[in-house]
């Protein structure tokens, strides 16, 4: 067995072996991971290893969800905000393909998961046995790695792999698909050695200085230096070393929506949110700053908007972990390979000491120019109807910022990033990469689980809160304090708009109707209030929050809302509409 | 066409892996999800104990194929990652080509035209007679030909097999490789029988 051979360097200590069944196996080895909250779904080819958590009760806490996405969008909420593995448990076919979306949505945000799946019988597998899905063929495109496990004996090691996989490098969903018979099967368990090296596989480049040189030359030359961060900084745990970087570069720093709260949203180098919906100053100034220092983003073509007018005058810096993200999107003139938390100290001691005042100024000029065009009508109202950003502007009087948002997918998604405001880091839980609509009210959970010191509050839209409102049962099982807070627009809101702004108001099937909301909360056992009027906001949200326990408030915003600034698809973001 | 048809070229890739179940697809797909045509695949074990080397072959343009090769090098159980042009590498595909026996026997001028083909008789026996051949896709192809008017039974061609023209052979090509790449190991050739170490990182 090739992961029996290569894996494990430090040699496994083994006092005496004991004899365990490939379950027991399993669980001992979340254990040593440091595993404490499993969030699963049983089934009938992972039933030997939920009989195993039985005996295990005490030290592995396994959240019931109501459906296999919602426990992996859990699951990610759960790294989102500890900055651990998320552990998911699912039965063979059904259970595992339900995990696929989360998968994609792990992938495509280096969220660090394992996944363990059950499987039929090795004797089945391939035989269209009952519930049998080849789950390891399915997930290979949306896993950073799988393994399918048909001997007890391998457990120990390829579950270290799994997490080592997981964690380190640019983090990433792992599948470990278990056949029924090794659950089951009898070994000598040797003990449980971590994993942290694998021949083939490089987690970090290492870091070359002839780079970091370069970068800072370039870095000191500059007239109108501009920073894009993204989650790289916060997967990095380098919030400070990034922070001592930009204070003393003296550079406008902005950030993409996982980047989201790496520096609290008010430090005054921040600047605002890039892409399609980000801030005016960050879009515009793209196309007018001298260089451009990329730290842990992948220039996603929801930042970068068209990619032949995106910076071409700039010459780029591209801090990543991940070779594959150099020159993959947006060619580079110095590739600074490595983990940000050991190259941003080396840059930051070869960089002067400057302001970029003149420069910093034109974004706030941007921002004025937005804030009388956009900003103050959202914020500040003077229709009837209450807005989406007006929320968001009195909940941050609530939270502080010490809250931890987490989002769905849509304009009320883009509306909160935009406004809320966020002091530390890990308070941003959003489906970015994929758009996962329905990816909010798991994600809270999971998010809570992860941070249970902390507020969490749940902004979701009425569209993306039916897609996986059954999780309000694993709220009401787990008895968790979440708030959740539905902005209600009547309407797939994002959709809406496209179709207006793009589509002549050709309005297809995004008028959507919902159920009462709070009446199925209070079936649920979940206390909650809706709110059609502005005076009411307030004092609604103050009852949400003072709530002990979870809360669902629903907001009646106005209809047909349009997000904006906005880089229409196609345009440069240069080109970036007020209006 | 377009201008990036015009730069689509030939590449010869060239993938060291981990002998791993399930490794074949977790490559594959890379092409596949950006609609690449994979022209031809070999994989066998390298010249190093577990290591497996596969030959690929598509065509497309450079930048292309520089990214979907950074995208294969990053699957954990994939050691290294090199792409070469035609002009870089000798290459060679094997071909099998069954006849009857009887239209030999008779047809003078086959024998002849195996010879000037460099074909080699594999298998003799009554009924049909199996011939090889190596060479470039031309050059099988026009054995195709010039077999079929005698009754070509049954074909067969394999994938390519590449070998780098380089006199170091992927010593100093990796050496280039990794100017821009990440990373202190240079692999050299030397080291590679030495297994487990030349991949320590």
Known sequence: MEVANETLTAPVKAEKSIELTGSAALLEALIVEGVDTIFGYPGGAIMPIYDALVDY????????????????????????????????????GPGATNLVTGLADAQIDSTPLVCITGQVF??????????????????????????????????????????????????????????????IQKFDFK???????????????????????????????????????????????????????????????????????????????????LGMHGNYGPNVLTNSCDVLIAIGMRFDDRVTGRLDKYAKQAQVIHLDIDPAEIDKNVKSTVPVWGDCKETLPLLTELVEHKEHKEWLQQFHDHTKQEVEQVIEKELNPTTDEMTMGEVIKQLNELTKGDAVIVTDV????MVACRYAKLNKTRSNVTSGGLGTMGFALPAAIGAKFGAQERDVIAIIGDGGFQ?????????????????????????????????????ERRYSFVDIQSPDFVRLASAYGIEGKRVDERKDLVSALKEMMDHQGSYLLEVTVTKENNVFPMVPQGCSVSEIRLK | MSNQDIEKQEFNITVYTEN??????????????????????NTSPSEIDSIHRFNIVITESEDVVRKVCRQIEKQVEVLKVYYHTNEDVIWQELALYKVSTDVIAEQVSVERLLRENGARVVVLRKDYTVFETSGHREETDALINILQPYGLIEFVRSARVAIIKDSDGFNSKLREFERLEPGEDVIENEYLNQGQKVFSM
């Open chain 2, 20 to 41: 791993q179940i399930g490794l074949l697809n977790r490559i594959a797909i890379i092409f596949t999800r950006r609609k690449i045509n994979i022209d031809s695949l």
């Open chain 1, 191 to 273: 003990g449980y050695t971590k994993c942290d090296h694998i021949r083939s596989y490089r987690p970090k480049p290492i870091v070359r200085q002839q780079y970091i040189q370069q970068a800072a030359e370039l870095i000191n030359r500059a007239e109108k230096p501009f920073i894009l961060f993204g989650q790289g900084v916060i997967l990095g745990e380098a919030e400070k070393e990034f922070k001592a970087f930009v204070e003393k570069s003296g550079i406008p720093a902005a950030w993409t929506v996982l980047g989201a709260g790496a520096i609290p949203t008010d430090h005054p180098l921040n600047v605002g949110m």
């Open chain 1, 410 to 413: 849509g304009q009320h998604q």
């Open chain 1, 467 to 503: 897609m996986t409102l059954q999780e309000l049962g694993t709220v009401m099982q787990t008895g968790i304090n979440i708030k959740i807070v539905i902005l209600n627009n009547h309407f797939l809101g994002m959709v809406r708009q496209w179709q207006e702004l793009f589509n």
């Open chain 1, 57 to 92: 009760g005490d030290k592995l806490n396994h959240i019931l969800v109501r459906h296999e996405q919602g426990g992996i969008h859990a699951g990610q909420g759960y790294a989102r905000t500890s900055g651990k593995v998320g552990v998911v448990f699912a039965t063979s």
């Open chain 1, 122 to 183: 090795a004797h089945l597998l391939g035989t269209d046995a009952f519930q049998e899905t080849d789950v390891i063929n399915i997930t290979t495109p949306v896993t950073k790695w799988n393994y399918q496990v048909t001997d007890a004996t391998e457990i120990p090691e390829v579950i270290a792999k799994a997490f080592y996989i997981a964690k380190s490098g640019r983090p990433g969903p792992v599948l470990i698909d278990i056949t029924k018979n090794a659950q």
